[in-house]
């Protein structure tokens, strides 16, 4: 299994009033990870859609590990996963640059959905996500 990274570093406006990056945000980075990782393997989110065809997020795992502050650097990785013929995952990990401290781990699942909400992923979506 390949992993995919992207970097980030900690803005802040992110942090909440304790000085870390508040739950919420976690979310935003792992989406935008995730849309990097489809981009790299030639598929195109925003396309999609436009095509009628809605990656949609299902259910989302995530274990809080650490916190990371105003200023941290960080990567976020993105591993895919097939979980059935119509839902797919991605294994994602929030890793702290300095220390290589895993401060997030994460399961998101998702689907492809038509404009009708009736299942459609596209063809070869899987095989273009594990090549």
């Known amino acids: 299994m390949s992993v995919f990274s992207v970097e980030f570093k900690v803005r802040d406006y992110e942090c909440d009033m304790q000085g870390i990056v508040n739950n919420g945000v976690y979310f935003n980075y792992l989406e935008h990870a995730r849309h990097e990782f489809l981009l790299a393997k030639g598929i195109d989110f925003a396309q999609l859609a436009r095509d009628k065809i809605n990656l949609v997020v299902v259910r989302s795992e995530m274990d809080y590990k650490a916190s990371l502050t105003s200023g941290d650097r960080f990567v976020v990785t993105v591993a895919f996963e ?34 009708r909400g009736r299942p459609a992923i596209p063809d070869g979506f899987a095989e273009r996500l594990t090549a």
């Open 82 to 115: 097939a979980v059935s013929k119509v839902r797919f995952g991605f294994r994602q990990q929030v890793v702290r640059a300095a220390d290589g401290k895993v401060v997030l781990d994460g399961l998101v699942i998702g689907t492809a959905i038509n404009e």
